[in-house]
């Protein structure tokens, strides 16, 4: 089945973490590269973070950079997020995804590039 599923979000303090997950069948994760995205009420689509299928190279938005950590584990077929220093602007829905088009196994900051996407999961940081 192409379809991811997140989990993990939820209400958080500035300051505060949060680890969200990305739950996939063990096809997707070997062979596509794998995206973090969110979305604000009134903004576009954006990626956040992603890992790549082929090496296992990472990448991430600078806004996020530093703070955040992507991270894959194969025996739990899952990727984590893994979200420190959180700050009210990081509030918005967070989609994981699959690279569909393009080269499928390597990273892409494009959301156009990517498909089965999951329902998404809501991380609120607020005090």
């Known amino acids: 089945q192409l379809q991811l599923l997140e989990s993990g979000g939820g209400l958080v303090q500035p300051g505060g973490s949060l680890r969200l997950s990305c739950a996939a069948s063990?096809?997707?994760?070997?062979?596509?590269?794998i995206g973090w995205f969110r979305q604000a009420p009134g903004t576009e689509r954006a990626g956040v973070s992603c890992?790549?299928?082929?090496?296992?190279?990472?990448s991430y938005v600078d806004s996020v950079r530093g703070r955040f950590t992507i991270s894959k584990d194969n025996a739990r077929n899952a990727v984590y997020l893994q979200m420190n220093s959180l700050k009210p602007e990081d509030t918005a829905v967070y989609y994981c995804?699959?690279?569909?088009?393009?080269?499928?196994?390597?990273?892409?900051?494009?959301?156009?590039?990517?498909?089965?996407w999951g329902q998404g999961t809501q991380v609120t940081v607020s005090s």
């Open positions: 995804a699959a690279r569909m088009r393009g080269v499928w196994n390597m990273c892409d900051p494009d959301p156009l590039s990517f498909g089965a």
């Open positions: 063990r096809f997707i994760l070997d062979f596509y590269a």
């Open positions: 890992i790549s299928s082929s090496d296992g190279s990472t």
